[in-house]
């Protein structure tokens, strides 16, 4: 069992940044991909970011690419999605989710843990 914790989240101002972060405990997200969503009320939870756990590779959704980064900490144990130059558009809950497996997927129904949610809000 994988618990996730988000953090992070909060009020920024567009062309703002912030940066969210995800830690696992209860086992090490070695063996897993995590990934990063959002949720705005009324729609689905949309995947904007992945990362394996071994080898570091990462994917990224159109709409987050060149300003998103994300990243993984060993030591911590810990994922870290870096939100710069952040739009109105980006407003939204944000979970991150672990997938048991060396694949990063997109679609949410393949992950097995998920995060509480943070939420993001970006002011015109």
């Known amino acids: 069992q994988v618990q996730l914790v988000e953090s992070g989240g909060g009020l920024v101002q567009a062309g703002g940044s912030l940066r969210l972060s995800c830690a696992a405990s209860?086992?090490?997200?070695?063996?897993?991909?995590v990934g990063w969503f959002r949720q705005v009320p009324g729609k689905e939870r949309v995947f904007i970011a992945g990362v394996t756990w071994i080898g570091g590779v990462t994917y990224y959704a159109d709409s987050v690419k060149g300003r998103f980064t994300i990243s993984r900490d060993y030591t911590k144990n810990t994922v870290y999605l870096q939100m710069n130059s952040l739009q109105p558009e980006d407003t939204a809950v944000y979970y991150c989710?672990?997938?048991?497996?060396?694949?990063?997927?997109?679609?949410?129904?393949?992950?097995?843990?998920w995060g509480q949610g943070t939420q993001v809000t970006v002011s015109s």
């Open positions: 989710a672990a997938d048991y497996g060396t694949r990063t997927s997109s679609r949410a129904y393949e992950y097995d843990y």
């Open positions: 209860g086992r090490s997200f070695s063996g897993y991909a």
